[in-house]
Structure formats: C-alpha cells, structure tokens
C-alpha cells in the first residue's frame, strides 16, 4: 500500500486547512486509515482515525476533537483531515497511515503503512 499525503501549508491561528492522503490500495475499505502528526523534537502523536470494519465509525485524539474532521471516500481510495479552528499548537507535519482491518488504535504502532507527511504551519 503506498500513501500519499497533500495539503499541508502556512495558516494563520484559527484559519482551516484540509489534507489529503490517496491511496493505492485495491482493497482500500478493508484498511482503517488514520492521521498522525509529528512537532519538532516530540514524539509522532495520533490525531484520527476512520475505521474500516465499522461504517462511519471515527476515533479522534482529544486535542482535535471537535475541530478536526476525518473522512474517508472509498470509491476515490482517499481519506481526508479537514481541520478548523487551528492553534500554532498544531503545527507538525501531518502523516497518513494505514492498518488492515485496524481497530483505530492511537499508536503508531498498530500501523503498517506510512506515506510521506505534509508539513502544516499555524501561525500565531
């Protein structure tokens, strides 16, 4: 499976960006697909996931709930993060990763797929 994430960018605090990762996966429904991120000098943390066995089933970090939407479109073989509301907290390149019939599990762990992330800057 290979993933490609896009959409990153400079945004000011409170602004909204929306990323987008595409997939090549010809079973595409069958991998749960989440959004992690990663600041400079901390650890990669999960931001959302979208869960493949359980229909419009989606698991969020608490620091992004309610700000940060995950979707997933299965006959484009994309998800996406669409993130309002965006605090210079949040800048951190972005990553798409995949799990074959995952769990929507918050370690990086749990994912076998990675793609290249996108940079996303707030500033203040």
């Known amino acids: 499976v290979q993933l490609q994430a896009s959409g990153g960018g400079l945004v000011q605090a409170g602004g909204s960006l929306r990323l987008s990762c595409a997939a090549s996966a010809r079973t595409f429904s069958s991998y749960t697909m989440a959004w992690f991120r990663q600041a400079p000098g901390k650890e990669r943390e999960f931001v959302a996931a979208a869960i493949s066995w359980r229909r419009d089933s989606t698991v969020y970090a608490d620091s992004t709930k309610g700000r940060f939407t995950i979707s997933r479109d299965n006959a484009k073989n994309a998800v996406y993060l669409q993130m309002n509301s965006l605090k210079p907290e949040d800048t951190a390149v972005y990553y798409c990763?995949?799990?074959?019939?995952?769990?929507?599990?918050?370690?990086?762990?749990?994912?076998?797929?990675w793609g290249h992330g996108t940079q996303v800057t707030v500033s203040s």
């Open positions: 990763a995949a799990d074959l019939y995952g769990s929507g599990r918050s370690s990086a762990a749990d994912y076998n797929y």
